[in-house]
């Protein structure tokens, strides 16, 4: 039977067992007690499982990421104050001095710094790849590679990444394979096809409302419970605990994830297509002229589209900024970061969110300093946001 993880997600729904709530209470403490000092012992030792801090777990939190690991069809899932502190945290778990990892050159610019700047303090050896060229990718594997890392779909080129193919690269080189599916949750399941371990930004899509940062790393139950040994897990060391009153109201989010996904997909496609019959060069891996096109199909759960992501090129930072300044001021959206709102978000991806990636590496990923990224919103009347649009477009000369 096909995976669908938006069942999956509502299937672990259940009534709270202590009152009938048909949401469960957020669990408000920082510690849990025990009977005795032996029980706390034994829990220290790992011997009995219980509540102990809520830097490790708290029932909050725990609840959620079992929704979390049903929706990525994993055993187990832990829950971060962010997306960086998932991705950091999942990656320093899996590598130690000396190791290597193999990454895709395009990735969320947080991630690039971390791996180009901080990560080779520690000794860890990194190299960028086109993730796409798969000979590329091969020919980087060496005998101390831990770890290859990719996103699903890149940010902001909105590349697919052939997760089957580099799952048998990195099952061959006896590495792990991680991947970032912010952009794309439920469209993709990535563990499905493959991959060894998931993680979000849940400030994006999952939550879908700005509210917050938020971060999960999906995986093995022996990977997750190494995360937060007490002795040496990267997360419990670390500490990057998502706060479980925002636990909650993500976890509550998730519920409507499947239909703001339909929603995204239709509203990007759309506009996708507008934009391409009026020869305004766009990316959108929906449109059947796309060269990802048919790789995406092969690997996702069609029911949720293509994803709320486009890029179109205006060739200048000039017409970019412009543009987007008149975007806003006509009320299409917001001139901002971020990914996953209800309300279409914008910006020129080389001066802000790539802007830690240098320049001549943007060239090289083929980014266009005239590159506008839109997270497309879940406007109900997407033919409208169209007309203004539209007359933004003419008004800089571009139809
Ligand atoms: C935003 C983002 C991140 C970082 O997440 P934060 O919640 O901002 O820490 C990582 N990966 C991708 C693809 C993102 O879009």
Redesign the pocket.
Known sequence: MKFDPASSVQDTLHLDPATMGVNHPISDSATFAFDTGDDMLACFHGEKQAFLYARHWNPTNFEFSKALAAMEGTEAAWVTG????A?TSALLQLLNAGDHIITSVT??G??YAFLKNWVVKYGIEVSFVNISNLEEVEKAVKPNTKVIYT?TMT?PMLQISDVPALSKIAKKAGAKLVV?N??TPMIFSPIKLGADIVVY????FINGKNDT???AICGSMDYINSLIDLNDGTAMLLGPVLDPLRASSIHKNLFTLHIRMKQHSKNALYLAERFSENNIPVNYPGLETNKQHQLMKSQMNEEFGFGGMIAIDLKTVENANKFMHIMQERGVGYLAV??GYFKTLFSNSGKS?SSEVPENVQKEMGMSEGLVRYSVGLDNDIERTWDIIKECLTEIGFI
Do not use: R
């Not at 962010?82 to 502190?85: D, K, N, P, T």
């Open positions: 962010s997306g960086m502190g991705i990735t969320y947080g991630t996103e940010n970032d912010t952009f930004s849940m400030t994006k940062t938020a971060g971020s990914l969110t």
